[in-house]
């Protein structure tokens, strides 16, 4: 005799009637007195199944009656297709129900749980289908721009995570105990994969870890996050890597609306837009102006837009052009790190711009300085000790091309994307100051 | 006037003679009395320049004589197909060369260098026409693998590598300083990976980063490395990961020799093999029988095979069946992880296996226990507290399916699907007890 095999609930409505057999996690049960009634879940979708209490059923009726909700089990019965049952149409009258692992009877999250609680069970909370439709959109995304890069002749590169010195800011490091030594958590691959460049690779991307000791709690920082990261040589401006980061972007969201849309439409109420090309690009100095005309003068010292004033720009440029993306251009090189190649002429701006999506900021790029002379003097300028940047300043020395490229936090785009204001519900397991486990 | 624009140089043999713009580094010179030539190389190929000596070139012969090998150029000149030149049939004439980035004259590495002196120049060595394939082959790689994936409905994750205890061992473990406490860094997916079982995700996979604290120097170990790994649900024992696993092998080795074949014959005289399914399964006793029989008996107090032994079931695969790869499967229980399954009805063996390629383990693979008290039971046996494993206990407390998975070494393949006997002539860059830059 061979073994029945499995059908996963999203295939079951194309097949006739007839003897199945299908596996998943119990949602809930409705234990009645003449009929049973047990949602079943699996990882595509939830189908109903049915068991009428007479005497031969007897068995499996008490085992439902015993079912705690979360429970994984394995049923056969005859698969039926009926327009009345709301979930799906159709319904599996049971035949033989095994129990594979009993859950613990008393649930510790429920659907209205706080986001901090739920974290503590988040492998509970990752079974809602809002939360797996996350992480599918999410293989969906990363799939389509790696196809892209793949497409365009990119090489695939995975850069060490544990450095030697800082790649960003001194304040934000975290240390690791290396031997007799210290090592340092990688802040973003930003070194690394500039070496790409005088390696000769042409064009690189990595999808990987990055850390920030960053002790603030808002709802969009993690102290470790996945970034998204391209570099390529050859540039003339910043404005070769909007365009290659625009037509990522397109890619991705294409993607994500033919294999999700209707299902995120249902699930988050969200229309998935593709956006059309050329995404606005507004210089920095422009947009505040723009923001503080509409009466929202940014309350910063410094020359940098703060978390409203991106909202408002953004919600000027859906009004003025109707686009969800925004490319603010230029910045000042007193906000951007040494590395970001300054304006032929004026040293006050950067070849740099952020990309904000939906309001919020989801990534920086810029041409970066690849004249070492120069790239030395705008360290110093910035109180970087050149000497601690010596195995950086060496990827100059030995020719190297024009380039650039960008970072992107995958969680902010997926955050925004399907209209969440909080990073915690769409990353796997968050890390922040005070949240190491599960 | 439109700029003219870049060929990249292994799209210039399909273009007609004409006028066109190169750009790339300076591999060698040949500074002759009337005539020079350069070949450039870009990140697709190299291609011959030539410039006769006149009057009317005497600019561009100044510029050739002073050029320092690496340096980074754009030229511009006349394309001329010509069977006579070896390199592709084609040279460029110049009418024009750029330095864009002038080299240091003194190149630090040649090709005969050691592998350390290598890896401090690893941006130098990288340009080796070999080193950019090896990253080419393993882009096309990953990107089969997570093709077949996406194909077959697996869910990609990014699991935390900042954890508040260990996965594996204690002994290899990396502290970090966390704020006011101490973080981990992950040495596997593994606990995170198993989450997704409960999660409901059924099928998922993880290409990323992964730290050993190991304090060895041999040719296949480094302290941070890329892990591939995958975990699926419903299994009815590790023979299910196996075949997930084989496919995986196939569906990369097939898109490798497609798109590389030629290259990687011309460049590391390899002939890449496609392997037949199924792939050959012998159990880990029986391959210590066999390899004793033929003359080696595993010199170690413990069951576990050991590099020689690997190598010598390896040869005796290929020769009695034509085969690159086995699987050993049915580790003791006494060697491998408290999560392993054991078998039913004995405990001393366990439902696993390990991979290996070439003579060499890739991986290790195995049905997970998901029993909790069974789990609770063999984490006590091997010396484990289980209250440190509360968090991931509680993954099987509130319902799991069974399951398996496995976690491979993904320069491992790539070493020694190219014939190499260092990882560290395979790894962008490598990380090793005394080696944290560049």
Known sequence: MTEPTRTLVKNLSALEAGPVVVSGWVDTVRDQKKVQFVVLRDESGAVQLVNPRTDETEAISEAISGLAQGSFITVTGELKHDERVKLGGIEVKLTSLEVVTAAI?????????GVDKRM???FLDLRRPEQNLVFRVQTTLEHAWRTYWVEHDFIEIHTPKLMA??????????????????????????????????AGFGKVFEVGPAFRADPSFTSRHATEFTSVDA???????????????????????????????????????????VPSQPFPRIPLAEAKRIVAENGYVVPREDAD?????????????????????????????????????????????????????????????????????????????KGLDPEELEFYLDFFRYGVPPHGGFGMGLSR??????????????????????????
Chains 1, 2 share one sequence.
């Open 413 to 438: 785009v997926l955050m925004l994307m399907l209209h969440q204001t909080n990073l915690r519900e769409v990353v796997y397991l968050f890390r922040g100051p005070t949240r190491l486990t599960p």
């Open 105 to 113: 009877p008393e649930t510790p999250i429920a659907p209205d749980s």
């Open 305 to 381: 837009m703060d978390p409203e004033g991106e909202r408002r720009i953004a919600a000027y440029v859906k009004e003025t052009y109707g686009h969800d993306f925004v490319f603010l251009t230029d910045y000042d090189s007193s906000i951007r790190p040494f590395y970001h190649m300054r304006h032929e002429g004026d040293g006050s701006l950067t070849n740099s711009y952020d990309l904000i999506y939906n309001g919020v900021e989801i990534s920086t790029g810029a041409q970066r300085e690849h004249r070492v002379e120069v790239l030395v003097e705008q360290a110093k300028e």
């Open 165 to 198: 010195s800082a790649s960003e800011s001194r304040a934000e490091l975290f240390e690791v105990d290396y031997f007799e030594g210290k090592a340092y958590l990688a802040q973003s691959p930003q070194f690394f994969k500039q070496m790409a460049q005088p």
């Open 120 to 122: 503590d069970w988040r």
């Open 231 to 273: 570099e390529i040589s050859w540039i003339d401006s910043h404005e070769d890597v909007m365009q290659l980061h625009e037509e990522l972007m397109v890619a991705g969201l294409r993607a994500v609306k033919e294999k999700h849309g209707d299902e995120i439409k249902a699930l988050f109420d969200v229309d998935i837009e």
